[in-house]
């Protein structure tokens, strides 16, 4: 019973088929765009991006002209989306303010993505006590609760725009670190590795050619969604009064003023919200997405 | 068919699986037909995608709808057509009627109940005992398939067992309910050699012992030597043998099932040399060849093997065989052509 | 399994250390004089260099530190500037309490909403339901919940007069900012819940136990669904922690006096003692929290677990 023809072995494997990475790439692609919500997502994205980039030309007012005259006026013919409570129109305030949103939310997520792919791959990669010690902060980054680490910081540091992109990319860092430590030492331990060590290879070479490009996929995937709650954070802290200061456009800022005339002016603070949720729905859709197609578990 | 319908316990008419995928459809299983009697065992040999699992899984109708549907066919059990069966009245055949055994033991327990809180599932649920007497019932299962200390066992949970063990768990289960007819789909493959051993003849003992017919799913033609009385081949879907256990060792007809034979090395003879391979590959169940489906690795192919599929025909020696070979059709054609793609 | 336990109670020493330090440096981290901020723009130097001894910053810094954990550990948090009760008695007279409670209720309704959503996604798949409830959770989770809040008083109290637009007291001042509160978490629990519980139907075992004759219900609530929960547990866990940050939002939104008012409050009027206090309260519940449903997930998780 020991010789058993192994018919099994014989058999064509279709998940081995297209090991290349023109073909993966290609896959990628096509279950991407097979994808209808990571389609809209992107969709959304791409739209928002636009709108920042051209909200000078695009915007009807300029954003912080007071009309104290036409204050808290309901969306009409003239001010499509209705003025605030010092008479700005809002349309132009939520075009500028979609700079102020993704730039704080691309520009925060890369820089604590950055961060946290390098301590991850110092933690992985050299181990013992360097591990040991960026495990610990991170743990202790996330031992504070939601917004209040980054509360905590602008505490400190002082509110405005670049204080809170600092605040929110620190809270990115322990994700990041994780997932790219947990990486790394799973490649570190193909043998592979080992030869490639043995024929003198630097250890940045290492990394950045051997390590990196394995971690690109989580990354990507946790980037696109960090964006979104980056958004969120930021606004929240603005909201707060501790994040961008008025009158610059920003808006979770638009939110806490429109907050007092709720009752009044509803409109207000309802179009800043849709918007924030609409730029949000558009990255987590989008994030969903390239995770489902760039998981190789996920069925056809 | 040499055997009259009162002795078969299960007979498979035409059966066709298909799977419908974002590519198209897979014909899993393309016209399936074959029979059990009563207290034998039928062995089902094929490669992986030959679709002799997805058989299996028709039988007790377990494929994940919709992606896999059972298109046509029959399946009758006792007289009765399975595929006619309601929901309700399939779910009290399953595990009492007919059993299942699965490929991984390691997989395939729950991980969180206890073994036997999984062997009194089935008994409490078609024998309809109190938790109390279901319980002692599956500890009597335990010791039956010889796990030792089966009090203790019952109380543990899958992690804390051997692959082995398992195995013998899950034979527990299917056969807790005294079923008539035991699918056991692999039931060695992924066990270690000594263990499978083991395994088979806990099942071969257990199944003369209950008079319990027997349907084994596997790629080894040592298991199919040793526990079968029929043999079905499959080849993409269809079954291209259907024979006595000895004559498909002693006097194989089809070209696959010869080539297989071949590939098995032999013990007793000490020649150094290739052992002989079936050329090619099974080709691409997206794009199955018009003619017989294994033509194209077929030594002895000729023109009418490429065009068009031969029937499942009975022999003189009363075998069934899906070949041009043997038919009158054979000398009329040509020379042999290969058209290796 | 005790061991277990000690040693996952032992591993929060260095996160409770480096906790403390990170809220410790926190004020010495500020740029210009902690002092001259705290004390005032219109204090003159006598009155600065008061507020440096009151605070001991004359002291070498790691004197300072040890100081601080003696003093912590023995409850002492210092004193608020703004009010000059004690830090400890500010939090714990009635606003930490308050806080947890929100979180709590918020929590709760996160846990029954998300569950129910994920489990009836889950078991019809692809169905309208399914859809919709997945486009109502991608919703929740995307919405910033301080919008949310003013929304629902617009809607609930301005409009229809349901409940009292701000305050605290009975449990019509809980229900809206509870709901503001755990909306994100039911989200993302129906998520996680459904793809789980997804992945668990696709096992081999519950192919076994339909194989056994078992019904779909029992398959999915016996089979299913106990397997699939196990790590919708570690998201509940984190839940809380992420609710208590977002009760600083929430209980901004409907004016509840709570720690997160608290920190915002403290935070505008520059008392940082008040300000670290608080943070380090909230860190040190979200450590034990977390701690507690590590244990927990490894208790319901021993079976699979092979080490």
């Known amino acids: 019973m020991d010789h058993q023809p192994q018919l099994e072995t014989m058999a064509v494997n279709p998940a081995r088929v297209g090991n290349s990475k023109a073909i993966r790439m290609k896959s990628f692609y096509k279950k991407l765009a097979k994808n209808k ?10 739209v928002f991006s636009l709108l920042a980039i051209f909200a000078p030309l695009l915007a009807p007012y300029d954003p912080t002209e007071m009309q104290l005259s036409k204050k808290l006026e309901t969306p009409s013919s003239e001010h499509w989306l209705g003025t605030d409570d010092k008479g700005r129109d809002i349309l132009s305030r939520l075009l500028y303010g979609s700079r102020i949103s993704l730039t704080v939310g691309i520009l925060s997520t890369l820089l604590g993505a950055l961060t946290g792919i390098i301590l991850g791959v110092v933690a992985g990669y050299y181990g013992r006590w360097v591990d040991s010690l960026i495990m610990r902060i991170c743990d202790v980054l996330l031992a504070f609760p939601g917004i209040l680490l980054a509360l905590a910081i602008v505490s400190v540091l002082g509110a405005s725009t670049t204080n809170v992109i600092i605040a929110v990319a620190f809270y990115a860092i322990p994700t990041f670190a994780r997932i790219v430590r947990g990486s790394t030492l799973t490649v570190k331990k193909l043998e592979y590795i080992d030869a490639i060590k043995a024929m003198g290879a630097r250890d940045t070479r290492i990394i950045i050619k051997h390590i990196l490009p394995n971690v690109l996929s989580p990354i990507i995937v946790q ?15 603005s909201f707060l009064g501790m994040g961008t200061k008025p009158p610059t456009p920003e808006w979770g800022t638009m939110l806490a003023q429109g907050r007092s005339y709720v009752a ?25 997405g390239l995770r489902d197609a760039l998981d190789p578990k996920t069925k056809k | 068919m040499s055997l009259t319908k009162e002795e078969s316990i299960l007979e498979v008419r035409n059966l066709r699986t298909s799977f419908f995928t974002d590519e198209g459809e897979v014909k899993a299983v393309d016209g399936v037909d074959f029979s059990i009697e009563k207290g034998k065992t039928l062995g089902i040999v094929g490669e992986s995608g030959s679709g002799k699992s997805i058989t299996s899984l028709s039988i007790l109708r377990l494929l994940q709808e919709p992606v896999g549907r059972i298109k046509e066919g029959e399946v009758i059990f006792k007289g009765e057509d399975l595929l006619k ?19 991984e033991p390691m997989t395939s327990l729950n991980p969180t109940l206890t073994c036997g809180e999984q062997i009194a599932e089935s008994i409490r649920i078609h024998q309809k005992l109190n938790k109390k007497k279901a319980w002692e019932k599956s500890v009597e299962m335990l010791k039956l398939v010889g796990i030792p200390s089966p009090e203790k066992r019952a109380k543990q949970y899958p992690f804390e067992l051997s692959g082995g063990m398992r195995q013998r768990v899950m034979i527990a289960i299917s056969l807790a309910c005294n079923p008539e007819l035991l699918i056991a789909d692999e039931p060695t493959t992924a066990l270690d050699v000594t263990i499978q051993a083991q395994i088979l003849e806990l099942i071969k003992k257990l199944q003369e012992d209950m008079g319990t017919s027997l349907m084994i799913i596997t790629h080894d033609l040592g298991v199919v030597a040793e526990m079968c009385d029929k043999v079905a081949v499959m080849y993409c879907g269809k079954v291209v043998e259907y024979a006595d256990v000895k004559t498909v060792f002693t006097d194989p007809k089809h070209p696959y099932t010869i080539g297989l034979l071949n590939s098995v090395p032999k013990h007793d003879e000490d020649v150094e040399g290739d052992l002989a391979i079936i050329t090619g590959s099974v080709p691409s169940p997206f794009n199955l060849p018009s003619g017989c489906s294994f033509a194209p690795r077929c030594p002895s192919a000729k023109e009418i093997c490429h065009a068009t599929l031969p029937e499942l025909a009975e022999t003189s020696d009363g075998d069934k065989v899906r070949c041009w070979i043997y038919t009158d059709q054979w000398e009329k054609e040509g020379e042999a052509v290969s058209r290796h793609e | 399994m005790f061991l277990y336990i000690v040693r996952r109670i032992f591993q929060t020493i260095p996160v409770m250390i480096g906790v403390t330090l990170a809220v410790f440096l926190m004020m010495h981290l500020i740029p210009g004089d902690a002092a001259k901020i705290m004390a005032g723009e219109n204090a003159n130097p006598e009155q600065i260099e008061q507020m440096r001894e009151n605070l001991g910053l004359n002291e070498p810094l790691y004197q300072q530190y040890f100081s601080f954990i003696g003093n912590a550990v023995q409850g002492d948090l210092g004193n608020s500037i703004r009010t000059s009760r004690a830090v400890t008695s500010e939090i714990f007279d009635s606003r930490f309490w308050i806080t947890v409670q929100l979180a709590l209720v918020g929590t709760v309704l996160a846990v029954i909403f998300g569950l129910l959503a994920g489990i009836i996604s889950a078991t019809r798949k692809y169905s309208f339901a399914d859809v919709s409830l997945m486009v109502i959770a991608l919703f929740g989770l995307s919405m910033p919940n301080f919008w949310l809040g003013i929304m629902l008083i617009y809607l609930f109290s301005v409009n229809l007069g349901w409940f009292p637009v701000a305050g605290w007291g009975t449990w019509e001042h809980m229900i809206l900012p509870a709901i503001t509160l755990g909306t994100a978490g039911a989200a993302i629990i129906a998520r996680m819940t459904r793809s789980s ?29 106990r397997n699939a929960l196990i790590p919708v ?22 004016a509840v006096n709570g720690l997160g008012r608290l920190v915002i409050d403290s935070i505008r009027a520059h008392d940082f ?19 507690m449903v590590d244990i927990s997930y490894r208790l319901l998780n021993k079976r699979i677990d092979l080490n």
């Open chain 3, 273 to 291: 003692p008040m300000v670290q206090g608080t943070i380090l309260v909230c860190a040190v519940l979200f450590v034990v929290v977390n701690t």
């Open chain 2, 85 to 103: 069966k309601s929901k309700k009245q399939m779910m009290a055949i399953r595990g009492n009627n007919i059993s299942m055994i699965f490929q």
């Open chain 3, 233 to 254: 547990v570690t998201v509940v866990g984190l839940q809380f922690g992420t609710l208590l940050g977002g009760a600083v939002i929430t209980e901004t939104v409907f």
């Open chain 1, 37 to 46: 919500a990571a389609m809209v997502g992107a969709f959304i994205v791409i």
């Open chain 3, 197 to 225: 519980m997804l992945e668990v139907m696709d096992q081999d075992y519950i192919r076994t136990a339909y194989a056994k004759g078992v019904s779909d219900k029992l398959v999915i609530y016996k089979h299913g669904l």
């Open chain 1, 223 to 237: 980037s696109t969604l960090y964006i979104a709650s980056a958004i969120i954070t930021a606004s929240a802290l």
């Open chain 1, 264 to 288: 009044q002016a509803p409109h207000i603070t309802l179009f800043p919200g849709l918007v924030i949720l609409l730029v949000v729905v558009g990255f987590n859709l989008f994030g969903d």
